[in-house]
């Protein structure tokens, strides 16, 4: 999802660079390596891109567990919806920040952050800022530190670790006479308002607070700012909860508000708020802060605490995590590839075991969705628009035993709260179009999870397909639109009556269309499996109506009236949501036959795939075209698939700072470039079969399991890859011949060993 806040399509112009690797980051070869020591978390951090006019990866170098409920950074400057905690090109720090704002595009919610300072004391954002270099910094999975610029030739060492809800902080102080620690509970600041940032409801409706403990040396207290909430519905009883300990005992102590400080206050509430310890410390004293989380009460931040660090043992804290993310990262295992590909693999799988992140604790979740606690396992913050398309299909051989709960989860929210989410943040946002958890919740089903209760989810997804929402033709249901209600399909009305989105009734109308009869084929497989077979032909039925906005005229979907006619040339653009005609000219993924039919048969559908990457109209950083490399499989032309994976592969994907090309959109990015490195593509994600690629690497082992919880391991081999040998000869499962570009869910998860041999040039029969 790639937000440039104007919606602005952007012209990507392919770009060969060379892979550099980050001198901060760099490697020593060691055979004593882990696939955990590869991560580089400073891969995606920058916010330009790779060209003038296209987004940076909006990643940040977080420290926790896999799926943290809080993540815990350091922060280079005041975030808001727009701007990550963390910016590469920053040369200041503001804090050291526990964060829930997932990317760039969406807010933060229940945050706080702790700075360490030495001489008078300064609280305000700007004022407290202390310089750094990236020369100094350690960027790990669990792990970070930098060193602080504290003035007259002076530093503070700041280090990180996490668990899921817990984070410590360690802060090795110079001598001073005036040292402190600033907390940060809530930012209201006036001066971050913007089209994309409405304060002034919450600056006028909320108020944090915290309350300073001298005898417990704790500060607690609250946060229930949503940055995101103008986009989502009034939550009254939500608040992030904190409490951060130290292991020093406070000389003074006070509170603040804006930029008054009031020395000796033990409570403090307001907008723009926190609290400050002082003390005294001598040559490279070490002070430790430990801060639990808490979406559910201080009581249960305090039980989070004693579960997750109950102790201040800084090493033992990163050494858990450590070996957590060591057991995630070595279920996929890379041979006989370069340091600088481990690095870029490692990170991109990183990445994607990061969202959705856990809203749970220990048993019991707050619900944005009704504003509640319930019992049971929660995540929070799924990016559907982006990662029905990789990253949860991806999940199935990465994370299978989170997949269940990532299913229910969704499901709780339509319980509580009428319909399933389409970006919760960590309530519905009406973020994007289309009600892709469908995808999700079928794509799950299909390939045999049903940890969950089946029936309502698919009422859940059958209720997407078949109710529209509330006003639905009084509403044009733009972008970022301030809450009202649900969204859900907006359009919906018309998309039944009509057979497609009207251009003058709806916005992005055409993308609405076509990704509406994706939907649909995902509830229609559903409901296949379920043996429903007369919601079956209804919405496999309406799944063709991508057909309806197909302008023969120009051979390209297009903007329709209510009266059944196109607009004219000149406004073939219109009704788009991030791009153009060429952003969804192939959009229909579900339906590779009818498109090519539509369009002329195999040899022109392949023309006009060709124009579609020799002119430049393919954006890889954007994620309505990336199975477009993959639709030469269902034309004929599969060697072209093969070659544009090893080019995309490795052109938008390096190992330094800007690596990704365009927002890794919580993970999907980097799962589409896992799937191009393992040889296979879920070009439908519902409907079990895979698009067969070309392996990037000689030998990928992933130990995973099946729906049914038994271990599994699948070899994927590539004989003779080599720089010229990209092109695939043949594929073998387990010895069996597959003599087409394709392959199913159900046999690759029978099989152990997946077997390419590679040439240097096409194999035209392999079709």
């Known amino acids: 999802m790639k937000k440039n806040w104007q919606k602005k399509a952007c012209a990507l112009v392919v770009i060969f660079a060379s892979m550099m690797a980050s001198p901060a980051q760099a490697q020593k070869k060691d055979k004593h390596l882990q696939e955990v020591d590869y991560v580089n978390p400073l891969i995606g951090s920058p916010f330009a891109g790779f060209a003038k006019g296209l987004e940076g990866g909006g990643t940040t170098p977080v420290v926790g567990c896999p799926y943290a409920m809080t993540n815990f950074v350091l922060q280079t400057h005041e975030n808001k919806m727009s701007r990550m905690p963390y910016i590469y090109e920053d040369t200041t720090v503001i804090g050291f920040m526990a964060t829930h704002q997932p ?58 670790a996490g668990v899921s809800r817990c984070g410590m902080f360690r802060f090795t102080f110079p001598q001073s006479d005036q040292s402190h620690i600033i907390i940060h509970g809530i930012n209201l600041n006036p001066a971050l308002q913007d089209a994309n940032n409405n304060l002034e409801h919450r600056i006028a409706t909320l108020k944090g607070t915290v309350k300073v403990d001298t005898a417990n040396k704790e500060i607690t207290g609250y946060n229930p ?69 808490s979406f559910i009460s201080l009581e249960q931040a305090r039980e989070n605490l004693s579960r997750e660090i109950p102790d201040w043992d800084f090493e033992k804290v990163v050494a858990s995590t450590r070996d957590r993310w060591q057991e995630n990262l070595s279920r996929v295992q890379a041979e006989g590839i370069s340091e600088d590909q481990k690095a870029i693999f490692y990170t991109a799988l990183f990445h994607t075991m990061l969202f959705p992140r856990e809203f749970s604790e220990y048993g019991k979740y707050y619900s944005a969705f009704d504003d509640k606690i319930h019992n049971g396992v929660a995540y929070d913050d799924y990016s559907l628009w982006d990662t029905y398309r990789a990253l949860h299909p991806l999940l199935i051989f990465t994370q299978p035993d989170r997949v269940n709960d990532m299913v229910a989860s969704l499901l709780q929210m339509y319980k509580e709260g009428g319909w399933l989410p389409m970006w919760p943040n960590p309530a519905e946002t009406n973020i994007m179009l289309g009600t892709h958890a469908d995808a999700v919740v079928a794509d799950a089903y299909i390939k045999g999870y049903r940890g969950y209760d089946v029936n309502l989810a698919y009422e859940a997804v059958r209720k997407d397909a078949m109710v529209p929402p509330d006003n639905d033709t009084k509403r044009m249901w733009g972008d970022r639109e301030l809450w009202q209600a649900n969204e859900a399909r907006g359009g919906l009305s018309y998309y039944h009556s009509l057979g497609y989105v009207p251009v003058d009734r709806t916005l992005e109308s055409v993308s609405r269309t076509i990704e509406f009869s994706y939907d649909d084929y995902a ?21 063709k109506s991508y057909q309806n906005v197909f302008n023969k005229e120009t051979g390209f979907f297009g903007p329709r009236n209510f009266d059944g006619s196109f607009r004219d040339r000149g406004h073939e653009n219109e009704g788009f949501t991030e791009g153009d005609k060429w952003t969804y000219a192939f959009g229909a993924m579900h339906d590779a036959p009818g498109m090519i039919s539509i369009m002329g048969g195999n040899e022109k559908f392949a023309v006009k795939l060709d124009s579609n990457f020799s002119q430049n109209h393919y954006h890889h950083d954007n994620e309505p075209g990336h199975h477009y490399i993959y639709l030469y499989d269902y034309c004929g032309q599969p060697w072209k698939t093969q070659e544009l994976v090893r080019t995309h592969t490795t052109i938008n994907y390096r190992n330094e700072a800007l690596g990704i090309n365009g927002n890794d959109d919580c993970g999907q990015m980097s799962a589409w470039y896992l799937f191009g490195i393992m040889g ?17 690497f000689p030998k990928l082992i992933l130990h995973y399991k099946i729906a049914s919880g038994e271990p599994a391991v699948l070899e994927i081999v590539a004989k003779d890859l080599s720089e010229t040998n990209k092109y695939v000869q043949s594929v073998t499962l387990d010895g069996k011949a597959i003599d087409h570009p394709f392959i199913s869910h ?15 040039k096409p194999n035209y029969d392999f079709k």
Do not use: C
Request: hydrophobic share 40%; glycine share 10%; charged share 20%.
């Open 746 to 760: 159900a046999d690759l998860v029978k099989g152990k060993m997946l077997v390419f041999q590679m040439g240097g």
């Open 523 to 543: 509830v229609a497989m559903m409901a296949k499996e379920m043996g429903k077979t007369d919601d079956y032909n209804r919405f496999i039925g309406w799944s």
């Open 103 to 160: 990317t760039v595009w969406m807010g933060d919610y229940g945050y706080v952050s702790v700075m360490p300072q030495i001489g008078d004391l300064k609280v305000l954002p700007a004022d407290r800022a202390l310089s750094f270099s990236h020369k100094s910094e350690i960027s790990k999975p669990y792990y970070y530190s930098v060193q602080l610029q504290a003035g007259k030739k002076k530093t503070i060492k700041g280090e990180i």
């Open 680 to 696: 296979f593509y879920p070009v439908a994600p519902t409907s079990g079969i895979y698009a067969i690629g070309a392996p990037q």
């Open 225 to 293: 700012d949503r940055q995101s909430a103008q986009l989502g519905p009034e939550l009254p009883n939500f608040k992030g909860y904190f409490i951060i300990q130290f292991d020093k005992p406070f000389e003074s102590f006070g509170t603040w508000s804006g930029s008054g400080v009031n020395a000796s206050a033990i409570e403090q509430s307001g907008t723009m708020m926190g609290a400050y310890i002082s003390f005294k410390t001598k040559k490279n004293e070490i002070v430790k802060v430990r801060i639990a989380t």
